[in-house]
């Protein structure tokens, strides 16, 4: 099967500018989630979709992030304008789960690395 | 709230020496947990996870994982490391009510030859 994609592999842009993420989940995976992965550290969620709706974006700083899933497929993350912190790979996965009950490992794309200048 | 510690930035091993690397969480009630592998550039991948039923469970490229209630642990083992396992390992976990997935900080592995 086609794993995760995601475009585009590297990204550099100055602060206060705005970028776009896209990310394709696998085939038929009901929930797609957006990580932070910041040099150093693990992947924090941003946001989890189950099909088109939000599920927790609890961590996501929504005064400068946001993302949707139109369709309940494809899925943008934006941020606008950017800050220096942004600087990460922001990964996307998708899993099978329908719900809270199942253990379904998320498959992961192999991530945008975001520099802020 | 849940969380997961993996108390070693870094573990060094010899080639065909036996590789731990050790994982606590928390979580209320219990927990799904879960250990990926990432290699230089690419996404997570996922390698084994446990749900209910052994303690110990079998993954992927001859790893092995054993849950362990009374201390929280979740330690990720392989009998005889090669170079190729050199890579960022994390553990997870979730809790069976919850969709959240939490994850460590990491653990670099270096196997030498």
């Known amino acids: 099967e086609a794993g995760v994609a995601q475009s585009p592999r590297y990204k550099i842009i100055e602060k206060r500018q705005s970028v776009a993420f896209w990310c394709n989940p696998i085939s038929g995976h009901a929930t797609l989630y957006w990580y932070q992965q910041i040099l150093g550290q693990g992947p924090k969620l941003l946001i989890q979709?189950?099909?088109?709706?939000?599920?927790?974006d609890s961590q996501l700083p929504k005064d400068r992030f946001s993302a949707e899933r139109l369709k309940g497929v494809d899925s943008t993350l934006k941020i606008q304008p950017a800050k220096l912190e942004d600087s990460a790979v922001y990964l996307c996965a998708s899993s099978l789960e329908m719900g809270r009950t199942g253990g379904s490992p998320l498959h992961f794309g192999n991530g945008t690395r975001l520099t802020v200048t | 709230a849940q969380s997961v510690a993996q108390p070693e930035d870094q573990v060094n091993v010899a080639e065909g020496n036996p590789l731990t690397v050790k994982c606590t969480y928390s979580?209320?009630?219990?927990?799904?947990l879960f250990w990926y592998v990432q290699y230089p550039n690419r996404g997570l991948q996922f390698l084994l996870k446990y749900i209910t039923g052994d303690n110990l469970v079998k993954g992927s490229y001859g790893f092995e994982a054993e849950f362990n209630k009374s201390q929280t642990s979740f330690h990720l083992k392989k009998p005889s490391a090669l170079v190729s396992d050199s890579a960022l390992y994390f553990c997870a976990v979730r809790a069976l009510w919850d969709y959240k997935l939490s994850f460590g900080a990491g653990t670099t592995v270096t196997v030498r030859a």
């Open positions: 979709f189950q099909n088109n709706g939000v599920v927790d």
């Open positions: 979580v209320s009630g219990n927990p799904y």
